[in-house]
């Protein structure tokens, strides 16, 4: 670190000064150093030791100064219009300097500057000397290389040349306020440190992405926000600026969640330990909600749910309220079923109930009613239907439902309302509004049959799978009219499990006919032929009887048997003859399988 030290001179060389490159040092002349041998310093006073009595005693805060005039007058404007405007004879009176920046640290530092004793200039300290020397006016009029000139260069050349520094001297600023804010130390802070992050971002600094987040965490909000607004105005990325976000929220932002949340409900107190004051949770997270990009991606879900906790908590303004609830429903589909659980207080001096109406209501119910809304509008704009989207937000709904229904204080016109605020289709199940309504009526036992009846309408048994409707079938908490239903829904689902099984063995058959279509093609020409050679069959056996006629009447006459013997060996040569007696034994093996043995033994019996 750069040190700007004021060292003595020689009188030899009192008009000149000396630059030291190699230690960084500038050499100021001494000129009153004869009248400061040493000084004194006690817990509340601080004193020059030498031998001229000091004539001047100055108070800043619980420290006095005993000082010499003359060192003061002639470097410092301020104790000069002290001496111009009182008589030299009050000059011995105390002088207040209650409202010296940087206070008597930084008066004493000044003091060695005017008796040349050597002081060091660093990021520490050089905005409080700046504004100290601005307020008691020691200006190059007075004396050249004044305090003035030297502290605004090294915060020129050496702290705006490097952004840790620039932030060192921003949170130094953060007690010197009005002072260096009137100076532009402020600004130009900012202005060093967004244009180097801008810079800067894009690289990798020892193997770490996003180095600055840290040591922007660390700074107020009011910095904060202007070196964000800073990178925006630089064309930032919006993912960038929002992890930024992201990061200095977690820092002085509060966790709590689940059952981590502090919230004394049951005894009417809260209890927040190490927590800032109200009033700076509150701005900070306005301040935080005015700087989020517009885009969708620049921010998670969870930081946005968290954020809006934290305006309900802190009583934020209506109109922000209403921008973190839009913001959230675009993005509702990544939510999770802890984030949304927003408790139905604020904090303040004691707790306090949102709605005076319904008292203890652990949760607050509207808001997610309200967020919900805006994602049914988005996506109603976008023109999607049945998409991942709503699926995602039905399952985070019921589940939401679930958690909130244990409340034995929440009324059944909110739950009811909230169970119903998506469309039909949005669900392809209900088991998990089932199990939501069941919880409630678990809770809620006083509950009206009337009341019970309205609340089961939203659920459709039809869309109940069997094990919930077998439960459901069984469940006493339910109104009769929905265990009938609930039956019905379950024996209409078993019948189409069974017909989807017959449809099933149906079409495993119809597989099989068109494996045997080509065999019974095959089967149908054997038939045709088989046809074909019964007709022949039986004109051979007509032929055959008139040839059997034939012999007896011949064997009667006992004549020559020469013609009818020649032609019965004709017949037998005959190819049609063979046919014959292959089709008939063919055809009485397959009709008459009893009678074939007979009908050939008659005709070789006959034929021989």
Not at 349 to 354: A, D, Q, S
Not at 525 to 553: C, F, G, I, T
Request: hydrophobic share 35%.
């Amino acid at each position: 670190m750069m040190k700007l030290s004021v060292q003595p001179q020689s009188p030899a060389s009192d008009s000149d000064e000396i630059y030291q490159a190699d230690d960084q040092r500038i050499a100021i002349p001494a000129r009153f150093n004869a009248t400061a041998d040493s000084f004194e310093k006690n817990e509340h006073s601080w004193k020059i030791m030498s031998q001229v009595p000091t004539d001047l005693s100055i108070q800043v805060q619980d420290v006095t100064f005993y000082v010499h005039k003359y060192p003061l007058i002639s470097r410092c404007g301020y104790f000069s219009r002290v001496e111009f405007q009182f008589p030299k004879s009050n000059l011995n009176c105390d002088i207040e300097l209650d409202n010296l920046p940087g206070g008597p640290e930084t008066f004493e530092t000044i003091l060695k500057f005017c008796y040349d004793i050597p002081i060091s200039l660093k990021v520490n300290n050089v905005a409080a000397l700046r504004c100290a020397s601005e307020y008691l006016e020691m200006t190059e009029a007075l004396e050249d290389g004044n305090l003035i000139s030297k502290t605004e260069a090294f915060f020129t050349f050496v702290v705006l040349s490097s952004w840790r520094d620039s932030i060192t001297v921003l949170k130094s600023c953060e007690s010197l306020s009005p002072w260096a804010e009137n100076l532009q130390i402020v600004r130009r802070c900012c202005d060093s440190i967004s244009w180097k992050i801008s810079q800067e971002a894009s690289e990798v600094i020892n193997g770490e992405k996003n180095w600055w987040f840290e040591e922007m965490s660390t700074l107020r909000i009011d910095n904060f926000t202007r070196i964000v607004t800073g990178l925006r105005a630089k064309g930032s990325k919006p993912e960038i600026i929002g992890s930024c976000i992201v990061h200095y929220g977690e820092r002085w932002l509060p966790e709590r969640r689940g059952n981590e949340l502090q919230w004394n409900i049951t005894g009417g107190a809260i209890r927040e330990e190490d927590s800032r004051p109200i009033r700076e949770q509150r701005i900070i997270v306005e301040s935080l909600v005015s700087l989020l990009p517009s885009e969708k991606e620049a921010v998670s879900c969870k930081f946005l749910l968290k954020m809006l906790k934290m305006a309900i908590l802190y009583s934020a303004s209506p109109a922000l309220v209403a921008e973190l609830e839009k913001r959230t429903g675009l993005v509702l589909e990544t939510a999770d079923v802890n984030d949304l659980l927003i408790p139905s207080y604020t904090a303040g001096n004691k707790i306090k109930l949102i709605s005076s109406t319904e008292e203890n209501i652990m949760h607050n119910v509207d808001v997610v009613q309200r967020i919900l809304e805006y994602f049914l509008l988005y996506e109603q704009q976008q023109q999607q239907q049945l998409l991942p989207g709503p699926l995602a937000v039905s399952k985070l709904l019921d589940n939401y439902l679930a958690e909130i229904a244990k409340d034995p204080n929440l009324p059944v016109t909110k739950f009811q309302f909230l169970a119903q605020s998506l469309p039909e289709n949005a669900r392809k199940s209900d088991d998990g509004l089932y199990r939501a309504i069941d919880t409630y009526l678990k809770t809620h036992p006083s509950l009206s049959d009337h009341d019970r009846r309205r609340l089961c309408k939203v659920m459709n048994c039809g869309k109940l799978s069997v094990d919930a409707c077998a439960h459901a079938a069984q469940n006493d908490r339910l109104p009769l009219r929905t265990m009938i239903q609930v039956l019905y829904a379950e024996q209409m689902k078993i019948r189409a499990t069974v017909q989807g099984k017959s449809q099933t063995e149906i079409a495993d058959n119809s597989d099989q006919e068109s494996s045997w279509l080509s065999t019974n093609k095959e089967v149908k020409a054997l038939k045709l032929e088989l046809e074909k050679v019964k007709s022949q069959m039986a004109e051979m056996q007509r032929d055959h009887s008139d040839l059997q006629q034939e012999r007896q009447k011949q064997n009667i006459k006992q004549g020559n048997s020469s013609g009818w013997t020649i032609r019965w060996q004709r017949i037998r040569k005959s190819a049609l003859f063979n046919l014959k007696t292959d089709g008939e034994e063919t055809d009485e093996v397959n009709k008459r399988p009893n009678n074939s043995g007979k009908g050939s033994f008659r005709r070789r019996q006959t034929l021989s």
